[in-house]
């Protein structure tokens, strides 16, 4: 087995810190009470017998007293009149969308568990991210109201009911129109074309009305750069899989940029194993500040300061086209620098066939990119604008000039669709001094939030599963939104009670949905109202991708590039970031107790937002990982929140996640982490995620709750990787594969797998480790979430988790010379020369989803006193939890560290109040698995509830099974098909091929558990095609 | 108690019917008519109408007394005939409901003019009114007789006590002749006996032996069926029979069961189905023309009202059965596995006749059970002896195909049972 590179997963474990080395032997995170027990005074104790002999009566007679307790009484009570297609214990399925994803909704008995990709959507099919996996807890929120809410004569909102609400606001609404001043209906991006409608149908009653749309992660940069560029106002549509070379700035693509999920599927289909398997692989570049979960992909990531981003695109502008615009330079980061140069040179050798995009919101900057994927053809290629993306449609100055109309009165009604700007606004303060000279404020929000609160009617709206709608994510593209339960609460939809108030011919939602559909959109398709509730999307045939070549000056735009970047860069000042994180983007859904328990996908953080700053950085400025620090801007605007060290952070820059310190969001979201979002600026007709801060220590310390050093692998070979080059020459380099196996001997007998043997394998080089499977997981088995103080105690219940390695990826020490690595900056380094570097910044990382291998000499079931955990026949590795006993022998001698305790009753325990301490939420457990109770030992089943319900379904449709049947929760969520599930024994069988491959291999196989689940060797295109 | 009283409250009920029979002067031919009508009525009509209130047809007996008996006679042979001659009476009459009523062509003419004399007469008038003076009477009839039963008992121990003290008397006068002393000590001696008994060891040991094999068997067989059920038979909220209904009726396990053959819940029927039957079976024969109590549950849980055949929502609260087979929670069962997949092979493993439902394998004769109870023990060990008995009819179930190729390779000959293609490995029932 080579050792060809040192990975850890921590700083403290790259640095061997004596605490770490210390705390990596404990299995606790916390040391136990050992000492207090059988200390002197514990053993010394007098009293003994007579307690004991106490304790012992009490507790046979309390045993003996709870077993005379009779066998409880069940009632089951069947439907009155059964709904038709509901036959109790199977599944139906309903077709929806989210976010503009088609989904499917899983409904057992009438409630919605769980939700899946779509797989009549096609090219819509791009699984799900993590966001849509866990929506379906939002519908079991209790924090939401349970009826519509008026203001009283007293001025408090109180319960109302919607005939009051309803002649309150048509009154209103008539005086406001009456009175010559403005209506204003504030959203987020709308693309569903019956809202649109209804919004227009509205505005016709209500002539004052504007609609103003507003993203709290605005693109809006890119719009008006598209229009002052081309004269389409659009976000165009991005073809990742059209690009085998993408250069990113600062665009976090493959997670939370436009539509990561779609970029996944694209990008991924030009790095993965068929792609591999063909020969061909994708280049990425990524040159950006914070890391980000691209950045973590890319072949090559740069960390450059935010106010280096704009140089650094003037700069590859003039390594494209030979202009000399001034202002290209980065004096301070050489390695960027050269990797511009790279880069261009790169670029033009294949040109129709590359992709630069940036994740500014800045018009010039935007325009400036424009320019440069017009000089490398892209247009008509890897970007089309004439079928353009239209999830994001916001237009930030619009909604500044609102609160500029506010502010003057100007405004007599003003109603929130789907919006929430006094949590995710920049200036709040100017925002809610405006509202309150608004004479009526309308919330269609759900829950009492920042917003909600200080409005007059609160509408609450239905949850997107009990609602009709539909989406267009692209031009031409439509998906339609249907309900899935009947509303829980006394809400109604949004869309009805503005159809009701604009007194419209049609009242009820779901005929007008239908009348859009039948009237503008089925003809064109050629399809029935029923196929539309059948399949669930639809394409028509999309337009011809234009080319558009960018004939501007650029004269206006670069002045402007270089003020913005000589306005981070000051002296004495740190540069900010404000970014969405992974797990919470925009804050929306923070009160789901899912997505904040998911970890980061970089820093393993759950629960929080903090400040990372690089290694070097901290160090100079005198900060350890965890103190607390107070983040000051010019605006006088401060939080404080704790540091946390982040390898690849550009020097001089920090990055706070947005999204968090919501307020009044509910039980489980509520005062986590701290509010970002007034870092934001508005300048140049757009919303700046970048600004500059001052730090100061406050003294004080917090432990961050991160899953990220829970378990040490203790510098064993688990990840293997090789670079392309390295590949092409022998598609087995860096597996460990090239130099055949060790002779090996087994103590345990071989099981015999006679019928099926389900195995797994993964695709390390697929995986971008965005958590969604985590997630998908979560839902799907019932697995608890426990909260802040439980993760830093290592109790976190994920089966499956992502496990990040970071390794070195720069110009080692002597590395010139030698051949096989290549040389500048692409170079991979050798564990021998780790020790001769230290530069933090420049990392590269692995991410390993880790899950039960099944393995078939498993540890863990040897050691098993009561045989809870036992082998089947078909390579699985069983967990009777009605037979655990709670030893933990397993969990201590399973190599992978994936079986997970439950220190507690997670879902029925007033200390963990997050989400299913109730018996609304606990309907979104999945019937088919159990719930683990305290005490209990639990890990990755291979969701064998599917397994069986699949052999079942052939059973009797008396057919063999087929491959396919069967998919993993996990598997079915992941938009980069990086896990791939099946049947060992059938040759034939996606997996069985897939496991053939020479780049398997199997984590720790030296050790002979035999595990069932391979790993595909990750590959890197980093060597340099091109000479610096 | 309550059977004596039942058989009591028979005895009575039957002597009354005969003394009000014989007394009450009927002729014999019309009561004829209204035996046959009855007969003909439950077989023809019953499942559309009834005689005093309106179902999916019409009341009989005031419709039939306003009709005309010649246009009665040709509409119940064949209504649609006298439309299509627009007859305007029957064109009137066809507005009652949407539903068409069928075609009677074989029924004779006498066989029509029955079914319209017991229609007419209604429910024999004499039984009701008998039946009425039995239930006047009933309660004080059965108290009258357990107060009688136990009056006698008591009066003959008292005339045995009175006896035997008479006897011992007489023993003892005739002893005292006899000049014989009488000694009165043997309450003493039986304490010293008692004493002296507990003095003996061997007596001690025995004894404790006794008690600790009796505790013992008692302990063990208490924890052996700690948490086993067979034959539990709750009391349900409506006394549904399925000797009745399953036995008598022969109705299959599905039309209520349907989940059994598609899902793991074999489902307990919602009460749409039992309507299907019960809107118009309302067992009133046998609650003197009332709806019987059980039924009206079912009414009563729909909000249904017979009398306007009207649901109303607001009054709708659902059927709280006691469930008599429990599993735990962390036990997946699935009844399409055993009654579809595995259907043939348990058959022959239990020996089940062909008329004989899957179903019975498990749950016993529920067409004799009057109330459901558990037939089974369902304990883990009852699952597994299963499992590894039962040969596995493979055949024409292209599923197995496969499994069995690889397998029989393996194991050549050997039975195929659940337990050999990994039926009792935990995971399989246990996730």
Redesign the interface.
């Known amino acids: 087995m080579e050792s060809n590179k040192r990975y850890w997963k921590g700083l403290e474990e790259y640095k061997n810190t004596p605490d770490f080395v210390e705390n990596s032997k404990n299995e606790f995170a916390e040391p136990l009470p050992i000492e207090d027990v059988l200390n002197e005074a514990g053993l010394s104790t007098v009293t003994p017998r007579r307690d004991f002999l106490k304790a012992l009566g009490f507790g046979l007679g309390a045993v003996t007293l709870a077993?005379c307790q009779t066998?409880p009484?069940?009632?089951?009570?069947?439907?009155?009149?059964?709904p038709e297609e509901v036959?109790?214990?199977?599944p139906n399925y309903y077709v929806s969308s989210y976010n503009g994803q088609s989904v499917l909704v899983k409904t057992r008995e009438g409630r919605p568990i769980k939700i899946e990709p779509n797989p009549n959507a096609g090219a819509f099919n791009t699984g799900t991210d993590a966001q849509t996996q866990a929506s379906v807890l939002d519908l079991y929120d209790v924090s939401k109201l349970k009826g519509p809410l008026l203001k009283d004569s007293a001025g408090a909102l109180s319960d109302s009911n919607w005939a009051a609400i309803d002649q309150f606001v048509k009154a209103e609404l008539t005086k406001a129109q009456a009175s010559g001043k403005k209506i204003r209906i504030v959203s987020s991006s709308i693309n569903s074309p019956s809202t649109i409608a209804v919004v227009a149908d509205f505005i016709v009653a209500y002539p004052a009305t504007k609609h103003v749309q507003y993203d709290a992660i605005s693109y809006t940069g890119i719009i008006k750069a598209n229009e002052n560029s081309f004269g389409k106002p659009v976000v165009p549509k991005y073809n990742f899989d059209k690009a085998d070379l993408v250069v990113s700035f600062g665009a976090d693509f493959l997670g939370t940029w436009i539509s990561g999920e779609e970029f996944t599927a694209q990008y991924v289909s030009n790095r993965d194993y068929k792609s591999l398997k063909s020969g061909k692989m994708s280049r990425h570049f990524q040159f950006e500040t914070g890391m980000s979960l691209t950045g973590t992909n890319a072949d090559t990531r740069v960390p450059i300061k935010l106010s280096e981003e704009g140089p650094a695109l003037i700069a590859l502008y003039n390594a494209i086209t030979g202009a000399g615009l001034a202002g290209g330079s980065l004096p301070a980061n050489v390695t960027a620098d050269k990797a511009l140069k790279l880069v261009g040179k790169e670029l033009l050798q294949n040109k129709g066939k590359a992709l630069v995009v940036s994740g500014s919101n800045d018009v010039s900057t935007q325009i400036l990119v424009n320019a440069i994927n017009s000089a490398i053809g892209s247009y008509g290629t890897t970007i089309d604008l004439d079928n353009p993306n239209k999830r994001y449609s916001g237009n930030d100055a619009e909604f500044a000039e609102l609160t500029n109309e506010m502010n003057r009165g100007e405004v007599a009604a003003v109603l929130f669709l789907d919006s929430n700007p006094v949590y995710d606004v920049a200036n709040t303060k100017a925002f809610t001094d405006g509202l309150a000279k608004v004479g009526l404020k309308i919330s269609f929000s759900d829950r009492k939030d920042e917003t909600s609160t200080l409005c007059d009617v609160v509408a609450i709206n239905h949850n997107y599963l009990e609602s009709w709608g539909d989406a267009s994510a692209y031009e031409g593209n439509y998906s339609i939104v249907q309900p899935t339960i009947n509303p829980v609460f006394n809400s109604r939809q949004a869309e009805e009670s503005l159809l009701n108030w604009s007194n419209g011919p049609v009242k009820e939602y779901y005929q007008y949905v239908r009348n859009n559909w039948e009237s503008k959109i089925l003809p064109v398709l050629g399809k029935t109202w029923v196929d539309v509730l059948q399949t669930g999307v639809f394409a028509g045939t999309p337009k011809a991708a234009g080319t558009y070549t960018f004939g501007l000056s650029l004269a206006a735009v670069i002045p402007s590039i270089i003020n913005n970047s000589k306005a981070l860069a000051k002296e004495g000042q740190i540069e900010l970031q404000v970014y969405q994180s992974v797990a919470m983007r925009d804050g929306k859904h923070a009160n789901n107790a899912f997505l904040q328990e998911l970890p980061d996908p970089v820093s393993k953080v759950t629960w929080d937002n903090y400040i990372a700053l690089a290694p070097k950085f901290a160090d100079k400025l005198g900060y350890k990982e965890f103190d607390i620090v107070s983040v000051k801007d010019d605006k006088g605007y401060t939080i404080d929140l704790p540091v946390l060290i982040q390898p690849g952070q550009a020097q001089g820059t920090a990055s706070i996640a947005l999204g968090y310190g919501r307020t009044k969001v509910g039980k489980a979201g509520d005062n986590v982490g701290k509010n970002a979002y007034p870092f934001v600026s508005f300048t140049n007709g757009t919303y700046k995620y970048a600004t500059t801060v001052s730090l100061t220590a406050t003294g004080g310390r917090d432990e961050l709750a991160q899953t990220q050093t829970h378990h040490s692998f203790e510098g064993r070979n688990i990840i293997r990787e090789a670079t392309f080059t390295e590949y092409k020459k022998n598609p087995s380099a860096g597996s460990g594969n090239e130099h055949g196996k060790h002779k090996s001997y087994d103590l345990w007998d071989k099981y015999?797998k006679?019928?099926?043997n389900w195995v797994m394998a993964i695709d390390l080089n697929a995986c971008t480790g965005c958590g969604s499977c985590i997630v998908a997981c979560n839902v799907e088995n019932n697995i608890p979430v426990v909260g802040k103080d439980e993760v830093r105690r290592r109790r976190e219940m994920h089966w499956i988790r992502i496990d990040r390695y970071y390794s070195f990826n720069v110009e080692g020490e002597g590395h010139a010379a030698e051949g096989e690595h290549g040389t500048g900056i692409n170079a991979v380094t050798k564990e021998k020369e780790i020790a001769h570097l230290d530069n933090l910044d420049n990392v590269s990382v692995v991410h390993q989803p880790m899950l039960c291998q099944h393995c078939d000499h498993a540890p863990c079931e040897t050691v098993c006193p009561v045989l809870?955990t036992?082998h089947?026949?078909?390579g699985?590795n069983?967990?009777?939890?009605?037979?655990c006993v709670g030893t933990r022998y397993c969990a201590n001698n399973c190599p992978y560290k994936v079986r997970r305790f439950n220190w507690f009753n997670y879902w029925n325990d007033s200390r963990f109040d997050n989400y299913l301490n109730n018996e609304f939420t606990q309907l979104v457990l999945n019937p088919?698995?159990?719930?683990r109770s305290r005490g209990v030992m639990e890990k990755c089943?291979m969701c064998?509830?599917r397994i069986?319900g699949g052999?079942?379904k052939?059973?009797?449709?008396?057919?063999?099974?087929k491959d396919g049947d069967i998919k993993m929760a996990c598997q079915e969520a992941c938009s980069a098909n990086a896990i791939i599930f099946g049947d060992g024994?059938d040759p034939n069988s996606e997996v069985s091929k897939a496991l053939r491959s020479e780049r398997i291999y199997y984590v720790l196989e030296e050790i002979n558990v035999q595990p069932g689940v391979g790993y595909m060797t990750k590959i890197r295109n980093t060597d340099t095609t091109v000479q610096a | 108690m309550r059977n004596i009283s039942l058989i009591v409250k028979r005895v009575w009920k039957s002597a009354l019917v005969f003394a009000a029979l014989s007394v009450l002067t009927v002729s014999a031919t019309q009561a004829q008519d209204v035996v046959e009508g009855r007969k003909l009525f439950k077989e023809n009509c019953s499942s559309c109408h009834q005689l005093t209130s309106n179902s999916t047809g019409p009341a009989l007996t005031a419709k039939l007394n306003e009709l005309d008996e010649a246009f009665a006679i040709k509409w119940i042979r064949n209504w649609k005939a006298l439309v299509d001659a627009g007859d305007k009476q029957a064109i009137e009459a066809t507005k009652f409901s949407p539903a068409e009523m069928s075609f009677f062509p074989r029924l004779t003419d006498v066989q029509i003019k029955s079914i319209i004399a017991y229609a007419k007469a209604g429910e024999p008038k004499k039984k009701e009114e008998a039946g009425a003076a039995a239930t006047a009477t009933d309660d004080g009839v059965s108290d009258f007789s357990v107060a009688g039963i136990i009056a006698i008992i008591l009066l003959s121990i008292v005339v045995l006590v009175v006896l035997g003290r008479a006897i011992k008397m007489l023993e003892r006068l005739i002893l005292q002749k006899q000049g014989v002393v009488i000694v009165e000590d043997e309450a003493v001696s039986f304490a010293v006996g008692i004493k002296g008994l507990f003095k003996n060891k061997k007596f001690v040991f025995f004894f404790i032996l006794c008690l600790a094999i009796s505790l013992g068997s008692f302990g063990w067989m208490g924890m052996w069926n700690t948490g086993v059920h067979t034959g539990y038979q709750p009391v349900q909220p409506i006394k549904f029979s399925h000797e009745l209904h399953a036995g008598v009726n022969q109705i299959d396990c599905q039309y209520c069961h349907a989940g059994a053959f598609k899902s793991k819940n074999a489902t307990i029927p919602s009460s749409n189905v039992c309507m299907n039957c019960h809107k118009s079976v309302q067992a009133t024969e046998k609650y003197d023309g009332q709806i019987s109590p059980e039924i009206q549950k079912i009414y009563n849980a729909l909000g249904y009202d017979p009398a306007t055949q009207t649901y109303d929502k607001s009054k709708e609260k659902p059927v709280e059965w006691i469930r008599v087979h429990n599993l735990p929670d962390f036990a997946y069962f699935n009844h399409s596995q055993h009654v579809v997949v595995g259907e043939a092979a348990i058959r022959k493993e239990k020996g089940l006749k062909p008329n004989e439902p899957v179903c019975f394998a498990c749950h016993g004769p529920v067409d004799t059970m009057p109330e459901i109870y558990q037939y089974s023990p369902l304990t883990m060990k009852w699952c597994i002896n299963c499992h590894k008995d039962t040969k596995l009819e493979v055949k024409g179930n292209a599923y197995y195909d496969k499994i069995i190729e690889t397998h029989e390779r393996i194991k050549k000959g050997e039975k195929i049972t659940p337990a050999a293609l990994g039926g009792i490995e935990c995971g399989k029932c246990h996730y």
């Open positions: 077993a066998a009484v069940h009632k089951s009570i069947p439907y009155l009149i059964k036959v109790p214990g199977i015999e006679p019928g099926n809870a036992v089947s026949s078909d699985l069983h967990m009777a939890y009605n037979r088919d698995v159990t719930t089943s064998i509830q069986q052999k079942l052939a059973k009797i449709e008396k057919r063999p099974l024994n």
